[in-house]
């Protein structure tokens, strides 16, 4: 089976640069995706990894290592709108349905 | 706005009642997936259709069915609803050129009482 780990909340200051971990375990692996929700709203797409590295996008970036299971996503000049949940998603190998984690909780305060 | 229209945005009923949520997918995305969202179970995938035929499935209950039909819009069914059933339902669809990027509906909020 699948399982995706981050943190359920973190907490940072506007202006700020902030860092979501998310670790994962899928039997094979077709890439990771990252999503920011905000309260009952529609996830929306972030970004989309496939290959190890880091990908820049804006103020956010997201970064990936299979090797490790690991993935970042990265937050700069944090605004207050920036407060929401940010799902990590996996998609296992020969699969298009993501598996998502439970989602992280960003709290951005003045 | 994604593109992806979810109908009603909010359902109220009860116990043991049976209900219709609707989803049109982004103009020419033949993919469409539905999710449930409750607070202690985050986003699950229930199933999915690519041009009128079931793709995959997850964990859908069997009181619960879907289909699409030939214009691409798709309906999710819940019968003999539970308490439990009260949750965020997302539609969402995928283009032809990226499937593996899912763009969502804004939800329809069921609450059973």
């Known amino acids: 089976g699948q399982n995706i780990d981050q943190p359920t909340e973190m907490t940072a200051t506007e202006g700020a640069i902030v860092q979501i971990n998310c670790t994962y375990q899928?039997?094979?692996?077709?890439?990771l995706f990252w999503y920011q929700q905000h309260a009952g709203e529609a996830p929306t797409f972030l970004s989309y990894?496939?290959?190890?590295g880091l990908e820049e996008k804006g103020r956010f970036s997201s970064f990936l290592s299979r090797s490790k299971g690991y993935s970042y996503l990265l937050l700069k000049e944090l605004q207050m709108k920036d407060s929401a949940s940010y799902l990590c998603?996996?998609?296992?190998?020969?699969?298009?349905?993501?598996?998502f984690g439970r989602g992280t909780s960003l709290i951005v305060h003045p | 706005d994604s593109g992806v229209t979810q109908t009603p945005k909010h359902l109220i009923t009860a116990t043991g009642q049976r209900v219709t949520l609707r989803c049109s997918p982004r103009?020419?995305?033949?993919?469409v997936y539905w999710y449930q969202q409750s607070l202690d179970q985050g986003l699950q995938f229930l199933i999915q259709?690519?041009?009128?035929?079931?793709?995959a499935k997850g964990n859908i209950l069997e009181r619960f069915s879907a289909q699409q039909f030939p214009d691409l819009h798709s309906e999710l069914n819940l019968s003999s609803l539970e308490l439990g059933d009260s949750a965020l339902y997302f539609c969402?669809?995928?283009?032809?050129?990226?499937?593996?990027?899912?763009?969502f509906g804004a939800g329809t909020r069921l609450s059973v009482l």
């Open positions: 259709y690519y041009n009128g035929e079931e793709r």
């Open positions: 899928t039997s094979g692996f077709n890439g």
């Open positions: 969402a669809s995928s283009p032809r050129t990226s499937q593996n990027i899912q763009y």
């Open positions: 998603a996996v998609t296992p190998g020969g699969s298009y349905i993501p598996t």
């Open positions: 103009s020419g995305d033949l993919s």
């Open positions: 990894n496939v290959l190890d």
